[in-house]
């Protein structure tokens, strides 16, 4: 199995760079066999390539790439980055969280019921003097403690 070696860029131009060392790897046969680009990670790319030898001829010159950092990555690392993890994972019903994003930003509520199928999650928000209940995206919320 070949190695992956990380590439720093510019956060925000990772797909840029991508596209730019695919064209140079192509048209020189540098080596390379892939390349990925988390969407979780700013300004980082994974790149595999046959030789340690031939990163630097295939990322010199390239606009908005800063260096590699020098070391293998193994293929299980990148992997976290690439499985999306489901929002409603380790919320149940009766657990006390923090709305995160949108019009109630900021208030905490009880989670009523869960609607795995549209990751959704109704709450009673616990702030309000009369009962309340409001449905919202899963990740709108960020978990607190639990009840």
Known sequence: MTPYYTIRTTAGQENNVALLIEARAKAANMGVLSI???????GFLFIEITHATKIIDTISGIRHVKGWIPG????????KFL????????????DIVEIV???FKGMTGKITKINAEKEEVT?????????????????????????
């Open 72 to 79: 293998v990555v193994n293929i299980e690392e990148i992997e």
């Open 36 to 42: 990925i680009v988390p969407k979780d990670i700013n």
């Open 123 to 147: 709450l009673e928000l616990l702030e309000v003097t009369y009962t309340l209940p409001i449905t919202i995206n899963a990740d709108a919320i960020r978990k607190t403690s639990k009840t």
């Open 101 to 103: 994003s949108g019009p």
């Open 83 to 94: 499985i999306q993890k489901s929002p409603l994972e380790g919320l149940k019903v009766g």
